[in-house]
């Protein structure tokens, strides 16, 4: 008997946007080692926190296909790419990569709305919460590096920074969470 839920179209995206997340998750790594190597204590924290959060998006993925009897399919993950030139490129990367991950977890979810896959729809729901936070956190952090010179920083404003984003949360404030009483 056939248990597979998910529509070949679907289970194909949702095996690419697993691979999409392994792939960010080196991204982290990369950065995150850069940043290290550089001597960014606090920037590679951080990084390599957001390392481990993607694999556990890579792993919902994974778990969801397989409890939707679909078959999960592990493919090569690509390279990072090169290191980032400064702390302002490093960032600047880091939010050009959470957009194109949302770009992609948009298109799981309109293919899941045309099919009328409301499971598939509904579980997409966290990633697309999730993506808004990591682009605010992503725009937050550049806002604080555009403040401490952007690209180019001096070493005591760096200095500052680093510590600065060793202390900062893995979430940020969304706007749908604001109030008056709490902006």
Known sequence: MDTNRLSKTLAKAL???????AHNAQI?????SWANE?????????????????RNHMMKILEYILKRGGK?????IP???????????????IFKSEVENTTSIYNIVNMSMAEKDWATWNFMQWF?????????LALDLLSKIKIAGGATAKDDALYALDNNIGKTPDDAVLAQNVTVENP
């Open 15 to 21: 095996n690419d946007q697993m691979t999409n997340e």
């Open 79 to 93: 390279g990072p790419g090169g290191d980032p030139v400064s702390v302002n490129d490093c960032f600047e990367k």
């Open 72 to 76: 999960v399919v592990v493919s090569a």
């Open 128 to 136: 697309v919460k999730e993506q808004t936070e990591e682009e605010t």
């Open 38 to 54: 550089k001597g960014y204590d606090g920037i590679s924290n951080f990084l390599f926190r957001h390392a481990n959060e993607e």
């Open 28 to 32: 982290y790594l990369s950065y995150a």
